[in-house]
């Protein structure tokens, strides 16, 4: 399946008054220069949908991890996003456009997050690798 849930319940780390985000950890696999689309579904912990609608997301793909390491990295695509109706359901679509996806065909690896907005407060959700495969037909 092409859908990713996220129970907030599960991903909160009480620690007294504060709490983070941990994120799940997600490898996903996909042609170079095809269309690719995800669903991402926020459930809490009855499995009721997250109202999302006030909420905004980042989800980009980058040539390695950025750590003080490597201060620079390279990006390489940008998922558009979208709610799938309204936001109230906990629904967003991302979706990875065929021209944006071509420029994965230099790379065997890369690295994905998705980081969602609310205010000034920055939370991300999934990250993890991305395998790619290069298609035959151009």
Same mark, same amino acid.
């Given at each position: 399946?092409?859908?990713? @849930? ?30 690719? /689309? &995800?669903? *991402? ?8 949908? /997250?109202? /999302?609608? #006030?909420?905004? $997301? ?5 040539? &390695? ?10 990006? @390489? ?5 979208? $709610? /799938?109706?309204? #936001?109230?359901? #906990? ?10 996806? *071509?420029? !994965?065909?230099?790379?065997? &690896? ?6 969602? =907005?609310? #205010?000034? =407060?920055?939370?991300? !959700?999934? &990250?993890?690798?991305?395998? *790619? ?6």
């Amino acid at each position: 399946s092409n859908n990713l @849930i996220v129970n907030t319940d599960d991903l909160l780390d009480r620690q007294g008054a504060d709490m983070a985000l941990v994120p799940q950890i997600e490898t996903i696999e996909f042609y170079a220069g095809d269309t690719h /689309v &995800r669903v *991402i579904e926020m459930l809490d912990l009855n499995d009721n949908p /997250v109202d /999302v609608s #006030g909420k905004s $997301f980042d989800c980009e793909i980058r040539s &390695r991890l950025n750590d003080e390491a490597t201060p620079t990295d390279t990006l @390489i695509a940008t998922f558009d996003w979208a $709610f /799938v109706t309204d #936001g109230t359901d #906990g629904k967003i679509e991302l979706t990875l456009r065929a021209e944006e996806s *071509i420029a !994965l065909r230099g790379f065997r &690896r890369a690295y994905w997050d998705l980081e969602m =907005t609310t #205010g000034t =407060t920055v939370q991300t !959700l999934f &990250r993890g690798n991305i395998n *790619i495969v290069r298609d035959v037909s151009e």
